[in-house]
């Protein structure tokens, strides 16, 4: 059972990313994080994104058993992230502590250290699991989103048969699909094995993504040169530790799509993709066929989970049967006088919206 003795938690300057990263590693190494509190995402153009940085830092008995970085801006705290929309592009989720492994610290002894640092008026937390969000203080705004997942230790002691879980519908497009695309060639799923490759397939499905959501009007998730720059930076640190899946589903010559694929722990985390939706074969479905083939890789290489990220797209929630919630909030003191205010406000006006 985690042990659950109080914590010291300090708000401590950071002055030294480089430090910072090596203190990070050596608590990660106890920890097996989520990929997305490892330091090879924190840690990405982190003096960048953390302009402003503030580290609370966990200790039992002079041992460091946590860390959480936040940046502060305009009076708010963010969590893992910077409060810029810009910077923030990556979108993180699974956010919260680095803890070590077997140890328990209340969310509330480290919401009451946030609230502690000085500027600190409201709380950002982006991503977060339920229970350090409905301990933040007074929600100001808040979003639950469903994160739909695949669990491939439940699905091998039922047997491994992964199509077999899915609804009829679902079965039976991914199958016609997958016989389209068979027409043109053997449909295979490959991994980059190197730097380089990993790099050139990431440009390559930056510019099936794009392509793909500019002809819906919409920008894309690589508009932006920051969100380009920051995984540029991040594939050769994950490469090189065994944290990236960039993954090329090809049928004979013909390029299905890519997955960019983030890891750590035996959880596979399906981050973004880049589809030929426009040279997509009659009843070709490209999303079911990529996501189902590296499903089915993951399950084969020992993988626990297929988190397939947060978001309500039918394409998610066709491929697998659990979910996990994630909360996105903003949070005022509970003590404080705006705090206390908008409680009784939504006591006497509930379901109206507060401006920020």
Same mark, same amino acid.
Request: aromatic share 8%; glycine share 10%; proline share 5%.
């Given at each position: ?11 401590? !300057?950071?002055?030294? @990313? ?31 994104? @953390? !302009? ?25 705290? @963010? ?19 680095? $803890? ?6 209340? !969310? ?5 250290? &946030? ?8 709380? $950002?937390?982006?991503? $977060? ?19 739909? #997942? ?13 199509? /077999? ?18 027409? /043109? ?29 500019? &002809? ?13 720059? @920051? ?15 960039? +993954? ?7 390029? $299905? ?20 939706? &426009? ?19 993951? +399950? ?7 988190? +397939? ?5 039918? #394409? ?41």
């Amino acid at each position: 059972m985690p042990h659950a003795a109080s914590a010291r938690i300090d708000a401590v !300057p950071v002055t030294d @990313f480089q430090r910072l990263g090596q203190d990070w590693r050596a608590l990660e190494a106890e920890a097996a994080p989520t990929f997305f509190r490892s330091w090879t995402w924190v840690g990405t153009l982190a003096e960048e994104r @953390f !302009p402003d940085p503030v580290l609370l830092r966990a200790t039992r008995g002079g041992r460091v058993i946590g860390l959480a970085l936040f940046n502060r801006r305009r009076r708010r705290l @963010f969590l893992g992230e910077s409060g810029d929309p810009a910077l923030d592009a990556p979108f993180v989720e699974h956010n919260g502590p680095l $803890v070590a492994a077997g140890v328990a610290i209340p !969310p509330a002894e480290w919401l009451a250290a &946030a609230w502690r640092v000085r500027g600190a008026g409201r709380l $950002v937390l982006s991503g $977060v699991e339920r229970e350090l969000a409905d301990r933040a203080g007074v929600a100001l705004r808040r979003q639950v989103r469903l994160a739909p #997942y695949v669990d491939l230790e439940a699905l091998r002691g039922g047997g491994g048969d992964y199509l /077999a879980t899915l609804s009829a519908n679902a079965r039976q497009q991914i199958r016609r699909s997958m016989r389209a695309y068979a027409a /043109a060639g053997p449909l295979r799923i490959q991994r980059a094995e190197t730097e380089a490759e990993a790099l050139d397939w990431f440009e390559a499905l930056m510019a099936l993504h794009q392509a793909d959501w500019q &002809a819906r009007g919409r920008p894309g998730a690589f508009a932006h040169p920051f969100m380009q720059r @920051f995984h540029r930076a991040l594939i050769p640190v994950a490469q090189a530790r065994g944290e990236l899946d960039l +993954l090329r589903v090809i049928a004979g010559e013909r390029v $299905v799509g890519f997955l960019y694929n983030l890891r750590a722990g035996g959880v596979v985390h399906a981050y973004q993709s880049g589809l030929d939706r &426009a040279g997509a074969m009659a009843h070709g479905k490209p999303g079911l066929t990529c996501h189902s083939l590296a499903i089915l890789r993951a +399950l084969a290489a020992g993988d626990a989970v297929y988190d +397939l990220m947060a978001g309500s797209q039918r #394409y998610k929630t066709s491929l697998a049967r659990q979910e996990a919630r994630l909360v996105w909030v903003t949070a005022l003191p509970a003590d404080s006088l705006t705090g206390r205010a908008l409680s009784i406000w939504r006591c006497i006006s509930p379901g109206k919206t507060v401006p920020e």
